[in-house]
């Protein structure tokens, strides 16, 4: 005895379980794929005890060895506004959320 309609429903089910999965996952991050995402990047915050001079004297915070999770929040709140220095705004505005993953996971993976 087979049920075609209890197929159909969990087929639609699972259908709509990996759709809202795909949503909720955050790409994972490359390490080595940021590789080539890190020049921009390096040019601030690679210079230990660094200060921007624009817009203001401003130190520029140590990004390796933070937690991955933390950078990634940091950049998404540059990009959508809730955090307002304006160089980070302008950078993370031009990051896709896979970039964001892969510098992320490369300088959480880094200790200094
Ligand atoms: C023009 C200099 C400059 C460049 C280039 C730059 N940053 Fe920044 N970044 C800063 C400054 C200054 C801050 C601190 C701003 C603030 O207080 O909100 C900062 C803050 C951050 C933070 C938050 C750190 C924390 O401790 O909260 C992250 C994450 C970050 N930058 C990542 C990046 C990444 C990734 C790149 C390359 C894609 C990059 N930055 C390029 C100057 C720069």
């Known amino acids: ?3 075609p309609r209890v197929i ?12 809202a999965n ?3 996952r955050q790409p994972a991050g ?13 040019g601030c915050h690679g210079i230990a005890g660094y200060r921007t ?3 203001v004297v401003y ?15 940091a950049l998404e709140a540059y ?8 160089s980070m705004r302008g950078i993370a505005a031009s ?3 896979q970039d964001m993953a892969d510098l992320a996971a490369y300088y959480s993976g880094k200790t200094k």
């Open 1 to 3: 005895m087979s049920h």
């Open 53 to 55: 001079a624009f817009p």
């Open 30 to 42: 490359e390490a080595q794929a940021a590789k080539n995402k890190i020049a921009v990047c390096e």
């Open 79 to 86: 990009k959508s506004g809730e955090r307002k220095h304006p």
């Open 95 to 97: 990051l896709t959320e």
């Open 59 to 73: 130190h520029v915070p140590k990004l390796g060895g933070q937690q991955a999770a933390y950078l990634v929040k």
């Open 8 to 19: 159909a429903i969990v087929a639609a089910l699972s259908a709509v379980c990996a759709a």
């Open 22 to 24: 795909a949503l909720a």
